[in-house]
């Protein structure tokens, strides 16, 4: 499901007034997978092809040949995929002594000698993306095979800056690349991981402990185990500010990727996000309305109708016949009528005068004027 | 903590809007003293001034809202963008008010962030009028038991209605689907500044002083508040990303700049792309420090109540005091945000959603048994 909605993403591009969507995938050592996360990376590509005749590829390759990566697709994806090649000669070595003939390579290679001007890069990338709009791909991904090798040649600030603009540009629809997060410096990698949308990482399933007080035995189980398997974590950034982590497992097998998920819903809360958090108190409107409607009752005077004072002796029933129990006439005026409704002796109490306020008669301490 | 520190180095504030004495205000006077106030400033404890932030919870939380003359510093979440949240309500405020707004962003076109700026819920009079009313019947009714004592109320709610108009003037509240009108955008006070191409701070330090030197040339008792906002200070495709002790120093500058001016500075900031011990110093120069987290979708439902509505977490993690040696502390010091109706910021508290019967259960058990790394909820 994670690597479904990674690739859909990618092919689906940005909405207007967006930037693309960016995944950053990440490997690293202890997982021996790492080295086939290429292998993942070849298999994002095969995907955004295989959908159809929309998406193309601009590809910078700089880990392997370009060659190598035509070798993978058929014959019918080659038209749309267009590779920049910085891999035979990124110092400029060849070409400074034998310059290339022009007919040498294929239509759809560029070599790229000079790698330090970036914006000379990005102008090549975009007349790549120009050259597959016009044939008719409305969707143009850019798949850089390492930004590692990238951060060689030029400083992180103008790699960003590059990427920046590709997500700004509206040509390109999508971009993803790959770096190995062990030879950077933590601060690199938080900077990939800002400037993207999507982040996958490889781990390994089973974490090694330190080689040197390992058991040997126990280990090598551990390590096969790695080598076959590894941990594919997602953290999708979603436009409504939420973040989605993903978990599943990856199996490489005779050189295509399978990805299941896994059994155990193990959910990672983030830590020490909530420090200290109460129950709610506070009323909402509704509850204060319901409130407001309840009658207390110090606040009426039997409204015409039996007060049952409970001295806990009696039951309930009993207290109804006693012929001792008080009824009292109600303020307003309409309650006057019904004292003369029950025969059992009563005791009647007749305002005074109508003008006088209610409960002055009964409160001592009206008198008392503070 | 902190701000025992910080303190210690500024015991009184050349600012001119802040008042040296501070006795007990009768409400009186205070409406005398108003008159002499630029809009949007208002005096509040210990004789300090305060400009709001454009959100009125977060006003109250940081009890009056942006001290003139303090820093204040939001360490952005790199998975989520709220901080822009806070941002355009600030630089909002700032333009409904008719003060001078510097932003500076690391965009090619920082311009372009002026459109999205929320403009103000207009209140039609009638319905304030009526909702002042309808509240003095409300207290009537409840205090109905104590009805000799209601000669005294009468004073109450005049006050009230008198401080509730003068707090409307002071924060207002933002619609955050209705863009701010273009001619306010346009004028001389709103300048913008794109950070993404410079190696250096130098020209954003330069626009930065003649800013504030602006500020103060008005002369006299009229001369407005400043506020300057910088988004991503130190995003990592800005050029200058890898100069850490250049950025140090220009923060440093501009706190001292700001410091004995009118002007209130917003700073946000990535904070997980800095090494930690640069972050840690960038923090500290801050005096008042919030942060925003995102929230992982679905996964705190069972323990908050209102987990749909939340777009993230604010923490407050200092208070900037002034003329006083007490620290300012809070009940709660993280807050989710919330977009009511869908058009207004508000914070809340963070409540905890209602046990269930049938477990039983404390919720620091149950809290740690619904993730295997069992983390620390404390409590």
């Known amino acids: 499901m994670a690597e479904g909605l990674i690739v859909r993403s990618l092919r689906d591009g940005s909405l207007p007034g967006e930037h693309a969507p960016a995944l950053c995938l990440e490997d690293s050592l202890p997982s021996p997978l790492a080295s086939h996360s290429h292998a993942v990376f070849r298999h994002l590509l095969a995907s955004l092809l295989s959908t159809g005749t929309g998406t193309a590829v601009v590809l910078v390759a700089f880990h392997r040949s370009p060659s190598f990566y035509l070798s993978l697709l058929s014959p019918t994806f080659r038209n749309s995929i267009r590779l920049l090649d910085c891999y035979s000669d990124p110092l400029a070595w060849k070409s400074n002594h034998h310059p ?251 305002r005074d005068s109508d003008d006088e306020q209610p409960d002055s008669d009964e409160d001592p301490d009206d008198d008392l004027d503070i | 903590m902190a701000t025992g520190g910080g303190q210690q180095e500024r015991p009184t504030r050349p600012s001119s809007f802040s008042r040296v004495s501070s006795s007990s205000f009768s409400p009186a006077s205070s409406s005398s003293t108003s008159t002499s106030l630029p809009p949007g400033v208002r005096i509040g404890a210990n004789g300090a001034a305060f400009v709001s932030s454009g959100i009125p919870d977060l006003d109250r939380i940081l009890g009056g809202g942006f001290l003139v003359g303090s820093v204040v510093m939001v360490m952005e979440d790199a998975d989520a963008p709220h901080h822009l949240l806070l941002l355009r309500n600030f630089m909002s405020q700032g333009i409904v008010h008719g003060q001078s707004v510097l932003f500076a962003g690391p965009t090619k076109e920082p311009r372009s962030f002026l459109g999205t700026l929320p403009s103000p ?152 792309v800095l090494s930690n011990s640069i972050s840690k110093r960038w923090q500290h120069l801050a005096d008042t420090l919030l942060s925003i987290r995102a929230i992982p979708d679905k996964d705190l439902a069972k323990l908050l109540t209102g987990y749909q509505d939340m777009l993230g977490f604010l923490h407050v993690h200092k208070v900037a005091q002034f003329n006083s040696q007490v620290p300012v502390i809070l009940d709660a010091s993280t807050y989710s945000l919330k977009l009511q109706k869908r058009k207004s910021l508000v914070l809340e508290r963070l409540n905890q959603a209602p046990v269930e019967g049938s477990s039983g259960v404390s919720y620091a058990t149950s809290g740690s048994c619904s993730s295997s790394k069992g983390s620390l909820l404390d409590f």
């Open chain 1, 100 to 350: 290339p003939p022009s007919s040498h390579s294929p239509q759809n290679i560029t070599l790229l000698t000079n790698l330090n001007h970036l914006p000379h890069f990005l102008s090549s990338i975009l007349h790549l993306a120009k050259d597959l709009g016009a044939q008719g791909h409305d969707r143009v991904t850019v798949a850089i095979d390492s930004v590692t090798h990238m951060l060689r040649h030029a400083p992180l600030p103008s790699v960003l800056q590059l990427l920046t603009n590709l997500r700004c540009h509206e040509k390109i629809s999508s971009l993803f690349w790959l770096i190995h997060t062990d030879l950077h410096e933590p601060k690199v990698i938080s900077s990939f991981e800002y400037i993207s949308t999507m982040i996958a990482s490889l781990q390994p399933i089973v974490q090694l402990p330190d080689y040197a007080n390992a058991n040997i035995s126990a280990s090598i189980t551990s390590l096969e185990e790695n080598y076959s398997n590894a941990k594919f974590n997602v953290r999708l950034k979603r436009r409504n500010g939420r973040v989605k982590l993903l978990c599943e497992e990856l199996l490489i097998e005779q050189g295509s990727v399978k990805f299941s998920s896994v059994p155990s819903v193990s959910s990672v809360v983030a830590q020490n996000l909530i420090p200290k958090v109460q129950f709610n108190i506070q009323l909402s409107d509704k509850e204060r309305m319901d409130r407001a409607n309840v009658v207390l009752p110090f606040e009426h005077q039997g409204n015409g109708q039996n007060i049952e004072i409970y001295d806990g002796r009696r039951s309930l029933s009993e207290s109804q016949k006693d012929p001792s129990s008080i009824k009292i006439g109600g303020l307003s005026e309409q309650k006057r009528g019904n004292n003369n409704k029950s025969e059992k002796g009563e005791i009647h109490y007749i």
């Open chain 2, 121 to 272: 819920v207009v209140q039609k009079e009638g319905l304030k009028i009526k909702h002042d009313v309808s509240d003095v019947q409300d207290k009537e009714k409840g205090l109905r038991i104590a009805w000799q004592y209601k000669k005294y109320f009468g004073e109450q709610t005049a006050v009230d209605s008198h401080n509730r108009d003068k707090k409307q003037e002071f924060s207002s509240d933002f619609d955050l689907r209705k863009p701010l009108e273009r001619q306010l955008l346009n004028s001389q006070n709103v300048e913008c500044i794109s950070t993404q191409d410079a190696f250096d701070l130098s020209k954003l330090q330069n626009h930065c002083l003649t800013f504030v030197s602006k500020l103060s040339m008005k002369d006299g008792i009229n001369s407005n508040a400043g506020r300057i906002a910088i988004q991503s200070l130190c995003a990592p495709q800005c050029g200058y990303f890898e100069k850490d002790w250049d950025m140090l120093s220009f923060i440093r500058s501009l706190r001292a700049t700001v410091q004995s001016s009118n002007a209130v500075a917003v700073i946000t900031f990535p904070a997980s």
